[in-house]
C-alpha cells in the first residue's frame, strides 16, 4: 500500500469493458511526512475521492481484487480516504521534527 495525494481525473472515452464506469484518477506518492516522491500514478476509484484528498492506495494483484465482484485490469486502486495520520515524533532525529510538523499541517 501507499499514501498519495489525488492530483488529477483522467477521461477516457473509449476503455476496457471492465473498466467502464470506474473513474479514475492521477496520484501523486507521498512519504511518511507528505512529502511527493517518485512518479504520479493514474488509479481507479469507486469510493469518490477527489483532487487534493490523500488517499490509500494498493496495486498488483491487491488493486484487481480490491472489487471482489469484478476483477479489474488495472494495477492501482483507492482503497482509503485519509481522514487523519498521527506520527510518533519520537521516532525522528531533531532535524525532522519540523519536517514532520510542517508536513503534517498541509
Do not use: F
Not at 493514474?42 to 498488483?60: F, R, S, T, W
Amino acid at each position: 500500500m501507499l499514501m498519495g495525494r489525488v492530483v488529477g481525473k483522467v477521461w477516457s472515452t473509449r476503455k476496457e469493458n471492465r473498466i467502464t464506469g470506474l473513474k479514475l484518477l492521477i496520484v501523486q506518492p507521498l512519504d511518511h511526512l507528505q512529502r511527493p516522491y517518485g512518479n504520479v500514478i493514474i488509479v481507479g476509484d469507486q469510493i469518490g475521492a477527489g483532487i487534493g484528498e490523500q488517499v490509500v492506495v494498493v496495486q498488483g494483484s491487491s488493486a484487481r481484487t480490491a472489487i471482489p465482484e469484478l476483477e479489474l485490469p488495472v494495477d492501482a486502486v483507492v482503497i482509503g480516504i485519509i481522514d487523519n495520520i498521527e506520527l510518533d515524533e519520537r521516532q525522528y532525529q531533531t532535524g525532522d521534527k519540523a519536517n514532520l510538523k510542517k508536513g503534517l499541517e498541509k
